[in-house]
């Protein structure tokens, strides 16, 4: 059993339609039928959403997804259509709240990994591979991989735990073409992310993403002049919630790294200070208030290393 501790009440807002509390967005429909993604600042870790917030985290996963869309678009489209704080909606949601297009979501999670870590290093050590994918012998935690590889996963119900699965079995669910094309576009991705990530003295180890099909206008498709399904960038991306982010300046293979991202919560979750079983049914405990300070400023630290800029 795993969740929510206390599932938040809804902020029921006029004009607005309330669609789905998820672990850390909020979503709404507007009037237009576009989407309302309203960031929390809600915490997962280990399928559980933490009785604890972190002070401006909503805010930082938003920025910061904003601003790797800017450095994304010629790769491919995402989903924002504007950064408007929409009519009635409370003053607290700005800064945090993204006007999106509804797109036909793809049902996988779509992970790109550079370094060997997290659930791949558990898998790796039961049979050298990842995903189904053969790894050479000699890898540790923290290593670099060969070449960035693409390991999907099950996109799960808040409360489940995402599953790892072959490249063939997301090839089985959504046809060989689209598999193809979101293999393609994750490792692109990726390596955008992990060139510019590392000119700022970041390792970008490991990174999921989420993409979705709308119709394109004429002249945004093929090529041909007429529309065309275009695959779509969305919910957040490359964020200290998505991704692992470890100090380029302190990496060294053999152990568990340090880093810029939720890893610090659960690394406290898992040790004797939390008093926590996480192979219990019992919820994890609320965080101290020297962890959720600490956690507010590993993510306000990615923002500003990654973006050049000083959070405010």
Known sequence: MSGFVEKPEPL???????????????????????????????????????????????????????????????????????????????????????????????????????????????????????CGLALPEGLTDGSELPGPIFTPATKAAVGEHDENVSYEEVARQVGV????????????????????????????????????????ADGEGDGSGEGTDRLVIADEVLTPDSSRFWPAATWEPGHAQPSHDKQYVRDWLTSPASGWDRRSEQPPPALPQEIVDATRAKYIEAYELLTGTTWR
């Open 12 to 130: 029921q807002v006029p004009g607005l339609v309330h669609i789905h509390t998820g672990k850390v967005r909020d979503l709404y429909r507007n009037e237009a039928g576009d989407l309302v993604m309203v960031a929390s600042d809600r915490l997962s870790a280990y399928d559980w959403v933490l009785p604890s917030e972190i002070p401006d985290k909503g805010r930082v996963l938003t920025q910061l997804s904003l601003w790797w869309f800017d450095q994304l678009t010629d790769l491919v489209p995402n989903h924002v259509i504007s950064t408007d704080l929409p009519a009635g909606a409370p003053a607290d949601w700005a800064g945090r709240t993204l006007v999106c297009r509804s797109l036909r979501m793809v049902p996988v999670e779509c992970v790109a990994r550079g370094y060997l870590t997290g659930s791949g290093l558990v898998e790796y050590e039961k049979s050298r591979t990842v």
């Open 177 to 216: 073409e689209e598999a193809a094309l979101l293999r393609r576009t994750t490792l692109d991705v990726y390596a955008r992310a992990r060139d510019i990530a590392r000119e700022r003295g970041i390792i970008l180890a490991d990174t999921k993403f989420e993409f979705g099909f709308d119709h394109a």
